[in-house]
């Protein structure tokens, strides 16, 4: 359940849906057999963090990355840390 905006460096608590946006994203755990077994959770980005960032589902987990990289998958490494 949401309870927080998904921003690692943020973090502010969901309180109303017209403060930010909530993403419903098909999420899920790869097993070793590589079956995956997907579920659609839901996910808060506060009124801040939307201008900024967006939520995409990577390897069947919700990252969060600046809009810029919104289409494209960015390079190996860490996701852009704090923006503030
Ligand atoms: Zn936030």
Do not use: W
């Not at 921003?7 to 098909?26: A, D, I």
């Not at 069947?60 to 809009?67: I, K, N, S």
């Amino acid at each position: 359940m949401i309870s927080r905006c998904a921003h690692p460096g943020c973090g502010r608590p969901f309180k109303y849906l017209h403060e930010g946006q909530v993403f419903v994203l098909p999420v899920g755990q790869a097993s070793q057999n590589a079956q995956r077994n997907l579920i659609e959770e839901l996910y808060f980005l506060c009124a801040d963090c939307k201008r900024t960032h967006t939520i995409i589902v990577r390897e069947g987990q919700p990252v969060v990355v600046p809009l810029k990289n919104k289409n494209r998958i960015a390079p190996r490494g860490k996701e852009d840390g704090d923006a503030a």
